[in-house]
């Protein structure tokens, strides 16, 4: 039976793909938190009950953190900005 590394399942390399990017993602998400959160699409929902505005604003903002740095890391003369290994 042949072995499979973990890196070549598809979980592997999604894990791998936001790994190389967190370096980036720990700069840039506050950013985005605070401009989110207090000027953007997700003000309004800071003003319902934390259990609930924690969580999804978590995902939202680590999420657009991580698509912003990876399309950084796309650009040549910025992807020495973005963190990306």
Do not use: D
Not at 45 to 59: C, D, E, G, Q, Y
């Amino acid at each position: 039976m042949q072995e499979i590394e973990f890196r070549e399942t598809k979980l592997g390399e999604v894990i791998v793909l936001f790994a190389s990017c967190s370096f980036g993602i720990y700069f840039s998400h506050y950013i985005l938190m605070r401009y989110i959160m207090y000027n953007g699409f997700l003000a309004p929902i800071r003003k319902t009950h934390a259990l609930f505005w924690l969580p999804v604003s978590s995902i939202i903002i680590i999420g657009l953190s991580w698509l912003l740095i990876y399309v950084m890391s796309k650009i040549p003369y910025v992807r020495i900005a973005s963190g990306v290994k």
